[in-house]
């Protein structure tokens, strides 16, 4: 329990105004300028120092059904964030101690300390929290190992492989014991990255020609393990080069995130036959019992060295929309985070 100090008495926040249709548009959002409450019993008061940009978060501007509730119009919106606790009226939380929560697109929160959990900024820089030891890692750790069964010798292909969640998919593959690693990205300069930097066996600008033929002159062997982040024609390529028991995990499909119409299925479904291929989506929410084992395995890697990550940084609440909108156009490399 703490002494109340001076206190902020506002703090700017991102609102949700109108639901995108297509694209999301600056005039769908709006930078407000909020009262910050003092916190309740069993909540604390965050200055947040990181805030997270998802692609999964253009799902919540639709009020379509899905896994987690829509964003509501004219309120805050939210995400991961870690900041500094300011006051704190919840047992173990002390003013001064960092917290991982939900509340982010805000400079202060008012957090329910049951939705905090405390993290420690001498063990790892914070923003990595929300990255490589955060939801993005885990997802790949969950998404390459137990959804899509990964096992030694496999040959994986991940698209989206220079982002928060693909480059940490292709390198937890080849630390496994991978025999080939192949990625697709966005950029020439991403695809560089990827063989030279992050270990990959080849890699593939999906913007430079037809990705089923990209694909094939890449992984000339076929693929055992095909990690979607992105759907689309990338889906309809790797059941094309699939082996037999090849599986799917279907992470993301960040190519018809904006799309009006349903986008055409893979034509090409037929071949899970021959190959007995295996495809199944993948929620990271449901692999929270991995947590400890990721962290150890995941953050041996990083001290080695053996495991590299990159975060493409944006400062200013003021520019978190932008951050947004840079996940989607493909600005970042590695993690999106926002520096307030
Ligand atoms: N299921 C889960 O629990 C879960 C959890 C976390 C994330 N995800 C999903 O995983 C995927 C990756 O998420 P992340 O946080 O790591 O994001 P990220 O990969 O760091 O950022 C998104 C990337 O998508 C690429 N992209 C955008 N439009 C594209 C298109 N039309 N075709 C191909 N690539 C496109 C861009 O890179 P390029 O320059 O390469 O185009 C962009 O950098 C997303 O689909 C996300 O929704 C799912």
Redo the contacts with the bound molecule.
């Keep these: 329990m703490s002494e109340t100090p001076q206190l902020p008495s506002t703090g700017r926040e991102w609102h949700l105004v109108s639901r995108p249709v297509g694209w999301p548009q600056p005039s769908d959002f709006a930078l407000v300028e909020a009262e910050v409450r003092q916190p309740g019993p069993g909540e604390v008061l965050v200055r947040n120092a990181y805030v997270s940009v998802?692609?999964?978060m253009r799902g919540r501007m639709s009020a379509a059904k899905s896994y987690v509730a829509p964003f509501e119009l004219g309120e805050t919106m939210q995400g991961g964030a870690v900041g500094e606790v300011l006051v704190s009226n919840a047992e173990g939380i002390e003013p001064g101690d960092f917290v991982l929560h939900f509340l982010g697109w805000r400079e202060y929160a008012v957090v329910d300390a049951k939705q905090a959990v405390k993290v420690d900024p001498e063990a790892a820089p914070l923003s990595t929290y929300l990255g490589v030891l955060g939801?993005?890692g885990l997802?790949a750790y969950a998404?390459l190992l137990r959804t899509a069964s990964f096992k030694e010798g496999d040959s994986v292909f991940v698209?989206?492989?220079?982002?928060?969640?693909?480059s940490q998919v292709g390198q937890i593959a080849r630390l496994k014991g991978a025999s080939r690693v192949i990625g697709?990205?966005?950029?020439d300069e991403?695809v560089k990255l990827l063989v030279e930097e992050y270990g990959f066996d080849a890699a593939f600008n999906?913007k430079n020609g037809p990705v089923a033929q990209q694909l094939r002159e890449a992984a000339p062997d076929g693929v055992d393990v095909y990690f979607d982040?992105?759907g689309?024609d990338?889906l309809e390529a790797a059941i094309g080069q699939l082996n037999r028991d090849g599986r799917i995990a279907i992470?993301?499909?960040?190519?018809v995130?904006n799309n009006t119409e349903a986008a055409p299925g893979p034509r090409n479904l037929a071949r899970l036959i021959q190959t007995r291929g295996r495809i199944q989506?993948?929620?990271?929410?449901d692999h929270y019992d991995l947590q400890p084992e990721f962290v150890r395995e995941v953050g041996g890697w990083i001290r080695s060295g053996e495991l590299k990550y990159t975060e493409t940084v944006v400062e200013g609440i003021e520019n978190n929309l932008e951050a947004f909108f840079g996940?989607?156009?493909?600005?970042?490399i590695?993690?999106?985070i926002v520096k307030l």
């Design positions: 998802d692609p999964y939801m993005t997802t998404g698209s989206g492989a220079a982002g928060a969640v693909g697709s990205a966005g950029s991403k999906y982040n992105v689309g990338h992470c993301g499909m960040i190519s995130y989506g993948l929620l990271v929410g996940v989607l156009r493909g600005d970042n590695g993690k999106m």
